[in-house]
C-alpha cells in the first residue's frame, strides 16, 4: 500500500506541476487514479492472495494520496476539490466495478473520472456560493471521459501485466 500510495504521489505533484492546454482552470488528466483503479482492481482479482488488496485498502490508498499532495503541493483547496471528487467518483467506481471485468476497467476510468469532476463542480459550488461554475461541467465531463479511459487503460494494461 506505501508503494502504491507513493508512486500515485509522485504521479499527483509531477501531473500539478503540467499545465493542460485547456482554457479550464486547474484541469488536468489525473493520472494518479490509474494507481487507485489499479488497487480496486487488484483486491478483487488478484491470484496472489498474500499481496492482494481489499477495495477499503484502495481507498485508504487514494486518501492517503489527497491529503499527503494538498499538504506538500501547499493548496488547501486542492485538498477539498480533490477530496469531494475522490470519493464521489471511488463511489461510482465501486458501483462500476461489479457489472465490469478486469478487461475493462478503461470504462471504470472514464465514469469514474465524470463523477470526479461532478464532486469538484459541487464542492466549488458550495465554496464559492456561485451556481454559474456548473456552466464548466459540459467540457469538464468530456475531458473526464477522455482522460478517465486514458487512466483507465494504463491501469488495465497494468494489471494485465500482473497477469490479474
Known amino acids: 500500500m506505501a508503494v502504491l500510495t507513493a508512486a500515485a504521489l509522485v504521479v499527483f505533484i509531477i501531473e500539478a506541476q503540467i499545465p493542460l492546454p485547456t482554457p479550464l482552470p486547474g484541469a488536468k488528466l489525473g493520472l494518479s487514479n490509474a494507481v487507485t483503479l489499479f488497487a480496486l482492481y487488484y483486491s478483487q482479482n488478484s ?9 477499503t485498502d484502495a481507498f485508504a490508498i487514494l486518501i492517503c494520496r489527497i491529503f499527503l499532495g494538498a499538504i506538500l503541493t501547499g493548496r488547501a483547496l486542492t485538498l477539498i476539490l480533490s477530496l469531494s471528487g475522490g470519493v464521489i467518483a471511488f463511489l461510482a467506481q465501486i458501483t462500476v466495478k461489479r457489472f465490469v471485468t478486469g478487461k475493462q476497467v478503461w470504462v ?3 465514469i ?7 464532486g469538484q463542480v459541487l464542492a466549488a ?3 464559492m456560493g456561485t451556481p454559474a461554475i456548473a456552466a464548466y461541467l459540459p467540457v469538464l465531463i468530456i475531458i473526464g471521459i477522455i482522460s478517465g479511459t486514458l487512466t483507465g487503460l ?4 497494468t494489471l494485465d501485466r ?3
Open 162 to 164: 500482473f497477469k490479474i
Open 112 to 118: 469514474g473520472a465524470v463523477f470526479h469532476n461532478v
Open 125 to 127: 459550488i458550495i465554496i
Open 154 to 157: 494504463a491501469a488495465q494494461f
Open 47 to 55: 491470484k496472489h492472495s498474500a499481496t492482494s488488496l481489499s477495495a
Open 108 to 110: 471504470c476510468g472514464a
